[in-house]
């Protein structure tokens, strides 16, 4: 089956810096990418739809000015917490999906764990 | 808009059987996906119904209505390692996004 990787695992970092997270399609091409954001005991609360070579769409009440991602190939997206504090300690999930299919079907990568102290 | 309703939580006796039902609402209909997640771990894909009936996988099968917008996902055989959980998902194809609702927490018990 397709696989997606994410990069870092896990993070932590101090409060007001930057951390980039990549998002990888290892097998297949993914015109479309998703960032999903999961607090202990909640659900998958999708951020943004990440698209190659344009702006990515994202959901109501996510910043984008603090969320930034880039989708500059059809296997890579990064997202980027610019700024950290706190209350961005979270599960950072990305997706990718399938070429438009029978299943059109979402991968997810692993998830990454950032801490911000 | 779209909307998804499942039950919060399930608990069931290990060896046994269970049913997690999903009902949705949304603006254009492709199937139905079901996804599991461990406590931790990221979700995984479980199964997909484009049509409708009933897909089965294992001890895994899912079952879809589209007239009723309902659908099911039905575990057997149950094991202390199903314990997580459980996510129905509309597609609504192409591009579009899937909204995932707040999930079925299963747990098994000896």
């Known amino acids: 089956g397709a696989v997606v990787s994410q990069h870092p695992s896990w993070v932590i970092c101090k409060s007001g810096t930057s951390v980039k997270i990549e998002c990888r399609s290892l097998d297949f091409q993914a015109t479309t990418m998703f960032w999903y954001r999961q607090f202990p005991k909640q659900s998958l609360m999708l951020m943004a739809t990440s698209n190659e070579g344009s702006k990515a769409t994202y959901e109501q009440g996510v910043e984008k000015d603090k969320f930034l991602i880039n989708h500059a190939s059809l296997t890579l997206s990064t997202l980027t917490v610019t700024s950290a504090h706190p209350e961005d300690s979270s599960f950072y999930i990305c997706s990718a999906r399938d070429v438009p299919g029978s299943t059109d079907t979402q991968y997810f990568g692993p998830g990454t764990r950032l801490t911000v102290l | 808009g779209q909307s998804l309703e499942q039950p919060s939580e399930v608990t069931a006796v290990e060896g046994a059987i269970v049913q997690i039902n999903c009902t949705y609402q949304t603006s254009g209909f492709y199937g139905l996906s079901w996804y599991q997640q461990h406590d931790g771990g990221a979700p995984t894909f479980l199964s997909y119904n484009a049509l409708d009936g009933l897909e089965e996988t294992g001890r895994f099968s899912s079952f879809l209505s589209r007239s009723d917008s309902y659908g099911y996902l039905l575990l057997q055989e149950l094991q202390m390692k199903d314990s997580a959980s459980y996510f129905c998902?509309?597609?609504?194809?192409?591009?579009?996004?899937?909204?995932f609702g707040t999930g079925t927490k299963l747990q098994v018990i000896p």
């Open positions: 998902a509309p597609n609504s194809g192409g591009y579009q996004k899937v909204t």
